[in-house]
């Protein structure tokens, strides 16, 4: 359960999906999550470093081959967050059974 208490700490995920696509900086991270303040942003990193998860690189940020793995875990969550998501926008509706 030591995983779900580090994603679930506030603004972990979302550093990780803001990395997804490749290395980021830290000010362009401070930037992309709006709201953040810096201390927090420089312990997530410290945290998700430690466990690697992410790891320093000459142009910020990265994720590790462990860290990349983790979007393919989460891709199920993903895919039902979508159908959550149109759901509600359909008037709440709960969705049928399969």
Do not use: K, N
């Not at 995920?13 to 991270?29: F, M, N, Q, Y």
């Not at 000459?58 to 983790?70: K, P, R, S």
Request: with cysteine; proline share 4%; net charge negative.
């Amino acid at each position: 359960m030591a995983a779900l208490d580090l994603f679930g700490r506030r603004w972990a995920l979302r550093i990780i999906w803001e990395l997804r696509a490749g290395p980021l900086g830290a000010r362009t991270l401070l930037a992309r999550c709006e709201g953040m303040s810096s201390s927090v942003l420089y312990q997530r990193l410290r945290e998700l470093t430690s466990s690697g998860i992410i790891s320093p690189s000459a142009d910020g940020y990265e994720l590790t081959q462990l860290g990349a793995a983790l979007r393919h875990a989460l891709h199920p969550l993903d895919e039902w967050a979508a159908t959550w998501a149109q759901e509600q926008e359909h008037g709440g509706q709960e969705p049928t059974e399969t």
